[in-house]
């Protein structure tokens, strides 16, 4: 059918009522909503550019050589504001609309469609524009596709942004969490629970390497190690590289976490086939209570961040039963958050740890974790009897060790370098 308009230009200003709420929070389900809606009504994509908006909300655009596709959503008014614009007659915005209308699940649907550049109002010049194109230009002038979306794990005020190729490679809702993985250019691949990075395969090293061997090296004699959460196994695979170690168990609540480690995080899950690892799927703090008196060398709490099922690995409670379980020389590490981004979760398990432990026998350390908000993390270290995390260290065992296990973060030198606190960070401890 011939179009009606007599226009360089359609633009169509849409407005969604009622979409799904999730839908328009969720950043590749919208770019990809809106580059097939580009597609299937005849467009040829060049580009794309999704961001989240905090603390809710998406903005994007898909750029084809016919113009482009805007979107800027409201998930708490269900409300999407969309821009239709192409140019030429061979795009048919309307399938756009429709298609978009039923991705974001909206009740109602309305649009005005406004001509741009009315051709009677308009003077055709007597340039040949293709004349004027120089060989570069015509090589710039092929369409690429290339998309920019992104990953963002953020609070109110602090914000992390990850690229990533634009395709989400596994998203499961769990009875307790959403677990994602996205293949990022920088990182490698992502995984993340509600929304948040739990680690990335290029910079996981730092994380489960400074939560592994700073106790593993301090303690004495370690031969058993729990470690509750852990669920990618990055640090299982850490505590197996000591040879000492003569059984670890894992206690994950998720076992979605689990699966998606092993199918999409093969370096990080490599240890779940260990013969000295016992994986129990099941709640840690549930099995702490359970667990016969000092019966761990070791503890690792390798938690998510304080929401959702890791609430209470941040409970005072929950670190009685740390220390009762934990053999006489025994040390805990506690991941602890950022001073930056989740001052009150640090400091509160500090304090917490420093009255059920003895207050000498606490210890907050540092890391630089690249892709976790901030970039400055924290874990905690306590001991129940006296080992100190520097007095107790051989610099040479933990070189010897480094460098034989490969080790990408950890050698003796950041070990001691890491329980330096800048002042801001003593002083937030102090209260
Ligand atoms: N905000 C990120 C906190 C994540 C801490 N745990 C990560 C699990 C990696 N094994």
Not at 118 to 137: K, W, Y
Request: glycine share 6%; charged share 20%.
């Amino acid at each position: 059918m011939k179009p009606t308009f007599n226009a360089l230009g359609r633009h169509i200003l849409v407005e969604f009522h009622g979409c799904s709420a999730e839908v328009l929070n969720d950043v590749p389900r919208i770019e990809n909503s809106m580059i097939n809606a580009a597609k299937k009504a005849g467009a040829t994509v060049i580009s794309s550019s999704f961001h989240h908006f905090s603390p809710f909300g998406v903005s994007g655009v898909v750029v084809i050589q016919e113009s482009h596709l805007a979107i800027h959503t409201w998930p708490e008014y269900r409300y999407a504001a969309v821009d239709l614009f192409t140019c030429g007659n061979t795009v048919s915005p309307w399938i756009s609309y429709e298609l978009l209308k039923q991705a974001f699940e909206a009740e109602n649907g309305s649009a005005i469609e406004i001509n741009r550049g009315q051709l009677e109002l308009l003077e055709r010049s007597d340039i040949d524009v293709g004349e004027l194109r120089d060989e570069a230009t015509q090589k710039l002038m092929v369409p690429k596709y290339s998309r920019s979306v992104w990953f963002t794990d953020r609070d109110e005020n602090i914000a992390l942004s990850i690229r990533h190729k634009g395709d989400r490679l596994f998203w499961q809702k769990s009875p307790y969490q959403s677990v994602e993985v996205y293949d990022t250019f920088e990182y490698g691949k992502l995984l993340a629970i509600d929304s948040k990075v739990m680690c990335t395969e290029r910079d996981e090293h730092g994380y489960h390497e400074m939560i592994t061997h700073i106790p593993l090296l301090v303690h004495p004699e370690a031969k058993r190690v729990l470690i509750i959460g852990g669920g990618d196994g990055g640090t299982a695979r850490e505590v197996l590289r000591h040879p000492h170690i003569e059984a670890v168990t894992l206690v994950e609540i998720d076992a979605v976490v689990i699966e998606a480690s092993k199918q999409f995080l093969p370096s990080i899950s490599s240890a779940f086939d260990h013969p000295k690892l016992n994986v129990i799927v099941g709640d840690g703090i549930q099995y702490l209570a359970d667990a016969p008196a000092e019966s761990f060398d070791v503890i690792l709490i390798d938690s998510s961040d304080p929401e959702g099922p890791a609430v209470g690995l941040f409970n005072p409670d929950f670190y009685k039963g740390v220390y009762r379980c934990l053999t006489p020389q025994g040390i805990m590490v506690s991941q602890s958050e950022s001073p930056r981004f989740n001052e009150r979760a640090m400091v509160g398990l500090y304090q917490s740890l420093q009255k059920i432990f003895e207050p000498e026998a606490v210890h907050c350390y540092l890391a630089f974790i690249a892709t976790y908000p901030t970039g400055m993390w924290s874990f905690t270290y306590a001991t129940k009897g006296g080992s100190h995390p520097l007095a107790n260290l051989d610099d040479a065992k933990a070189t010897a060790f480094a460098e034989a296990a490969g080790l990408q973060y950890y050698n003796a030198a950041v070990h001691r370098a890491a329980f330096a606190l800048p002042t801001f960070v003593q002083q937030m401890l102090k209260g």
